[in-house]
């Protein structure tokens, strides 16, 4: 299994507050994503990662921000969490450009109240 | 309406049942990715797939370039082949970002 881990697993919060997700890789791969997984959809991109500090937007980015300040380590943000932001987060990576294996995390399930 | 389409939604089978899990997409990819997903959320890469066939122990993937349609086969079902079942495209090796189906929830009863 690929080293990749997120935290926190579990998190329920008020509607107002921020949350920011960990995604921490043990692989040294470039690539590291942020995506979330609702109801009636397919797993949708948030943000993602191509470098330390070099990040862009996926399909679903508004009211999130990340950052990258380490190869292991790619944030997630919800700067103002709201109720649409109610889901299931996961976070994965892949080594490099041409098509390769993508590794995921085991998921963060959050709750906006 | 989602680019990627899979079929069926939901299949139900007896143990030892032979299973087929389609999916279809609308434009030229690069490459199509079989995942796993078991209850609880975590989630596996199966296969990555460009053209013709793979095969890992009892699932094989196929893939129709021209007919822009794949399907993932598992032989010799068993309860714990139980999980959700995501097709992925990815449209350009330049770019990893993939389009993700819906799945496909199989259960397998023994």
């Known amino acids: 299994d690929a080293g990749i881990t997120q935290s926190p697993r579990h998190k329920v919060t008020e509607t107002g507050t921020p949350v920011t997700l960990r995604c921490h890789q043990t692989?040294?791969?470039?690539?590291m994503y942020w995506y979330r997984q609702d109801p009636g959809h397919g797993l949708r991109l948030i943000h993602y990662?191509?470098?330390?500090?070099?990040?862009d937007k996926g399909e679903v980015s508004d009211g999130y921000s990340v950052s990258r300040s380490k190869t292991e380590d790619f944030l997630l943000t919800l700067e103002s969490a709201t109720s649409s932001q109610t889901s299931v987060y996961f976070c994965a990576i892949t080594r490099g450009l041409s098509g390769n294996t993508i590794y995921f995390g085991e998921g963060s399930w959050l709750t906006v109240v | 309406k989602n680019e990627v389409e899979q079929s069926p939604q939901n299949l139900t089978a007896q143990e030892g049942e032979f299973i087929t899990i389609n999916c279809s997409y609308s434009?030229?990819?690069?490459?199509l990715h079989w995942l796993q997903q078991h209850p609880g959320g975590g989630i596996v890469s199966l296969f990555m797939l460009s053209s013709g066939k793979k095969k890992h122990g009892r699932l094989i993937a196929t893939i129709n370039i021209q007919e822009k349609h794949s399907s993932l086969h598992i032989t010799a079902s068993h309860p714990r082949d139980s999980a959700v079942y995501i097709c992925?495209?990815?449209?350009?090796?330049?770019?990893?970002?993939?389009?993700f189906g819906t799945g496909t929830r199989l259960t397998i009863i023994p």
């Open positions: 692989e040294n791969h470039r690539y």
């Open positions: 434009v030229g990819i690069s490459a």
């Open positions: 992925a495209v990815q449209y350009n090796f330049g770019n990893e970002k993939l389009t």
């Open positions: 990662s191509y470098g330390v500090k070099d990040t």
